[in-house]
C-alpha cells in the first residue's frame, strides 16, 4: 500500500453553521417539492382509478342515456367532448389572435403611453374575476337577447383566456432582446416589419404554449359555461344557436345525482377532461421545439 | 526660461506609431472627394441632458473614417445619429444640421426607413437573428421585395464572399446563425447589412470583442471593401485605427464643473497620419501617446 501524504490544504467542507443552515435548505425544498407532488398524484391517481373502468370507445362516441337507467357503464359522453372541443377551439379563435395583439400593441407601440397602462392594469384586474362572474356577464349582455348558445360560451371562455394570453404572450415579446429589434431597424425595415419578421418569430415559441396553457385550463372551466350553454344531453353541431354541452358542465351534473351511473360517467368524463389537458400540453412542448429550432 | 509647453512632448519629436511604420501607405487611394455627410455644429440630446455638443465634420467617398476617444464621449452618439438609429430612443434630439449627399437627413418628410437602406450599420455586439445563416443575409434583400429564390441565392453568396465568410457557412447554410463563433456571427453580421448594397456602412466597434485573428479578417474585409462603400468606424483601439482608417476623429469629454454632468465633443479631426503623427491639440497629444485615456 503506498503511503500517503497528509494534504497539505484541507479542502474539504469546513464544519460549522453554514453548512448545516445549507443541509437544512436543500431538505426544507425538497419536503416542499413532495408535498407539492402529493396532491397532484393523489388527485391523478383518483381519477384514473375511478374512471378508468368507464373508458371505453362506446363511452367516448357513444350518446348519453337517462340516468335512472343501470347498469354503470352504458352511454356516452360523444357530445359532451364534442361541445368541449368545439367550443373551447372558438374561444380560442376569438381569445388567442386578439390576445396577441393586444401584447404586441402593449409591448412594442404602446410603450409608456395611457392606453397601454390601461390595457396592462386592465388585463390584470380580468384575470382575478371569478370565471363565474364572466358567465353572468356573457349571460346578461348575449344570452337574455340570443339565447343559450355553444357560441355564448366561448365568449364567456374567450373573456377568461383573454387576460392570461394577452400577459404572457407580453411576457413573451419583452424576453426578445434589443439588439434584434435595432438590426431590424438598422437594415431599413418599417416598425410593423420589424414586429413581424424579427420579434414575433422570436418569441412565437412561447407565445404559443402560453396560449395553449391558457386554452386547457379553458377547457376544464364549469362555471362560465353554466350560464351560457344549458347543458343538454344530445350533441349539437350548431354552435351558434341552440343549447349545448361539455364535458365540464357534465362532470357537473352527473356527479350531482345520486345514481351510480351518473357517478361512474362523471369520473370517466373527468379523466377523458384529464386527457384532453395532457394531448394538448404535449402539443404544446412540441409546437415549441419546432419553432425555436433556430435558437441554439 | 522653462517653457509652459515643457510637460508636452513637442510634437516633431513624437515617435512615429508602430502600426504606420509597417502599413504600406494606401490611405485615400479609392477616396473621390465627395463628400457623404455634412455635419455642421450637431448637438445631441437625451431629453434636457446634452450628451455631445458642437460636432462639425465631413466624411468623404470612399474613405474609411475613425472615430476615436475614451469612452462616454459620444462617438457611438454621433454615428447612430448618422443613420437616424436615434429615433429609436424617444428622448433622443438633434440640434444643428446634418446632411448626407447634400440632403438635410432630418428635414421634414425625410423617411427614416430610406434613410436606412442606404446608411446600414454593424453592432458591437454580433445580433444575428435566430434563423438560418441563409435567411439572415437575405432578410434585407426580402424586405426591399426580392422574392424570386434565384436572385437571393446570388445576392446571399456574393454577400457572404465579400464578408469572408462563404467558405465556412456554404454547407451549413440551414443552420442556425446563432451557432456561429463570434467572428463569425460578426462577418454575418456584415454580410447581412452588405446584402442591402447600401452606400455607406457604420460600424460601432465592430471587432471589440473578437480575437485578434477574427479582428484581422474584419479589417481586411474592410480594407477589400473600401472602393464600394463609405466606411465609418467607431474604435477604441488606436492601432485598429492607424491600421485602416484613411481619416481620424478624435473626440474627447467636457466636464461641466456645475452640474458635474459630461458631454462629448469633437477635438480634432484630419487625416490618420496627421492626428497620429502631428496632432494639434494637446488633448490629441495626449491621448494618442497614451496619457490618458
Given at each position: 500500500m503506498a503511503a500517503m501524504d497528509q494534504p497539505a490544504v484541507d479542502l474539504r467542507e469546513p464544519a460549522g453553521w453554514r453548512r448545516t443552515k445549507n443541509r437544512i435548505a436543500t431538505w426544507l425544498m425538497v419536503l416542499a417539492f413532495v408535498a407539492v407532488l402529493i396532491p397532484l398524484g393523489f388527485?391523478?391517481?383518483?381519477?384514473?382509478?375511478?374512471?378508468?373502468?368507464?373508458?371505453?370507445?362506446?363511452?367516448?362516441?357513444?350518446?348519453?342515456?337517462?340516468?335512472?337507467?343501470?347498469?354503470?357503464?352504458?352511454?356516452?359522453?360523444w357530445p359532451a367532448i364534442y361541445g368541449t372541443l368545439v367550443i373551447t377551439g372558438l374561444a380560442a379563435v376569438i381569445a388567442v389572435p386578439l390576445g396577441v395583439l393586444g401584447a404586441i400593441y402593449i409591448n412594442e407601440y404602446g410603450g409608456r403611453g395611457p392606453l397601454a397602462q390601461v390595457v396592462r392594469f386592465m388585463s390584470d384586474v380580468m384575470t382575478g374575476v371569478p370565471s363565474i362572474v364572466m358567465g353572468l356577464f356573457i349571460f346578461s349582455i348575449w344570452v337574455l337577447h340570443f339565447?343559450?348558445?355553444?357560441?355564448?360560451?366561448?365568449?364567456?371562455?374567450?373573456?377568461?383566456?383573454?387576460?392570461?394570453?394577452?400577459?404572457?404572450?407580453?411576457?413573451?415579446?419583452?424576453?426578445?432582446?434589443?439588439?434584434?429589434?435595432?438590426?431590424?431597424?438598422?437594415?431599413?425595415?418599417?416598425?410593423?416589419?420589424?414586429?413581424?419578421?424579427?420579434?414575433?418569430?422570436?418569441?412565437?415559441?412561447?407565445?404559443?404554449?402560453?396560449?395553449?396553457?391558457?386554452?386547457?385550463?379553458?377547457a376544464g372551466e364549469t362555471a362560465p359555461l353554466l350560464f351560457t350553454i344549458l347543458t343538454v344531453t344530445a350533441t349539437n353541431p350548431n354552435v351558434f344557436s341552440g343549447?349545448?354541452?361539455?364535458?365540464?358542465?357534465?362532470?357537473?351534473?352527473?356527479?350531482?345525482?345520486?345514481?351510480?351511473?351518473?357517478?361512474?360517467?362523471?369520473?370517466?368524463?373527468?379523466?377523458?377532461?384529464?386527457?384532453?389537458?395532457?394531448?394538448?400540453?404535449?402539443?404544446?412542448?412540441?409546437?415549441?421545439?419546432?419553432?425555436?429550432?433556430?435558437?441554439? | 526660461m522653462d517653457s509652459p509647453e515643457q510637460n508636452v512632448v513637442a510634437s516633431a519629436q513624437l515617435p512615429k506609431p508602430a502600426a504606420l511604420q509597417d502599413t504600406p501607405q494606401d490611405a485615400f487611394a479609392t477616396s473621390t472627394g465627395t463628400s457623404i455627410f455634412d455635419a455642421k455644429g450637431i448637438s445631441i440630446y437625451y431629453g434636457s441632458f446634452r450628451a455631445v455638443t458642437d460636432v462639425s465634420l465631413t466624411i468623404y467617398e470612399n474613405e474609411i473614417t475613425a472615430f476615436i476617444g475614451p469612452s462616454g464621449c459620444g462617438k457611438t452618439t454621433v454615428l447612430r445619429t448618422l443613420n437616424r438609429l436615434n429615433d429609436l430612443i424617444p428622448e433622443a434630439r438633434v440640434e444643428g444640421e446634418v446632411h448626407y449627399r447634400g440632403a438635410n437627413l432630418y428635414g421634414s418628410g425625410v423617411s427614416p426607413i430610406a434613410v436606412r437602406r442606404r446608411i446600414g450599420m454593424v453592432f458591437q455586439k454580433p445580433n444575428p437573428f435566430p434563423k438560418s445563416i441563409y435567411d439572415n443575409v437575405a432578410y434585407g434583400p426580402r424586405i426591399n421585395g426580392i422574392r424570386n429564390k434565384a436572385k437571393l441565392d446570388e445576392i446571399v453568396e456574393r454577400s457572404l464572399r465579400q464578408a469572408a465568410l462563404w467558405d465556412e457557412v456554404k454547407n451549413r447554410m440551414n443552420k442556425s446563425g446563432l451557432g456561429l463563433s463570434g467572428g463569425q456571427a460578426q462577418r454575418l453580421c456584415i454580410?447581412?447589412?452588405?446584402?442591402?448594397?447600401?452606400?455607406?456602412?457604420?460600424?460601432?466597434?465592430?471587432?471589440?470583442?473578437?480575437?485578434?485573428?477574427?479582428?484581422?479578417?474584419?479589417?481586411?474585409?474592410?480594407?477589400?471593401?473600401?472602393?464600394?462603400y463609405t466606411i465609418v468606424i467607431v474604435t477604441h483601439n488606436m492601432q485598429q485605427a492607424t491600421r485602416v482608417s484613411d481619416r481620424t476623429a478624435f473626440y474627447s469629454v467636457l466636464v461641466n464643473p456645475d452640474s458635474d454632468t459630461r458631454t462629448g465633443t469633437l477635438v480634432e479631426y484630419g487625416s490618420t497620419q496627421q492626428i497620429f503623427e502631428d496632432p494639434q491639440d494637446p488633448r490629441t497629444q495626449a491621448y494618442v501617446t497614451g496619457r490618458m485615456g
Open positions: 388527485v391523478l391517481y383518483t381519477v384514473i382509478a375511478k374512471g378508468a373502468s368507464t373508458i371505453s370507445w362506446s363511452f367516448l362516441t357513444g350518446s348519453p342515456i337517462p340516468p335512472n337507467v343501470v347498469p354503470v357503464g352504458i352511454g356516452g359522453m339565447g343559450y348558445s355553444g357560441l355564448a360560451g366561448a365568449f364567456a371562455l374567450a373573456c377568461l383566456m383573454l387576460p392570461v394570453v394577452i400577459r404572457s404572450s407580453e411576457e413573451m415579446l419583452k424576453l426578445v432582446p434589443d439588439p434584434l429589434r435595432e438590426a431590424s431597424y438598422a437594415l431599413g425595415a418599417t416598425k410593423s416589419r420589424v414586429t413581424l419578421t424579427v420579434v414575433l418569430p422570436a418569441a412565437i415559441g412561447g407565445i404559443v404554449s402560453g396560449a395553449l396553457l391558457a386554452i386547457a385550463r379553458a343549447a349545448n354541452t361539455a364535458l365540464s358542465t357534465q362532470i357537473f351534473s352527473n356527479a350531482t345525482q345520486p345514481y351510480l351511473g351518473a357517478q361512474a360517467r362523471a369520473w370517466g368524463a373527468a379523466l377523458t377532461l384529464i386527457a384532453i389537458a395532457f394531448i394538448l400540453m404535449i402539443v404544446a412542448r412540441m409546437v415549441t421545439a419546432r419553432f425555436t429550432r433556430y435558437s441554439r | 454580410a447581412r447589412t452588405l446584402a442591402v448594397e447600401p452606400d455607406v456602412v457604420l460600424m460601432d466597434e465592430p471587432a471589440s470583442a473578437l480575437d485578434p485573428i477574427a479582428t484581422g479578417k474584419i479589417e481586411d474585409l474592410m480594407h477589400e471593401i473600401k472602393s464600394q
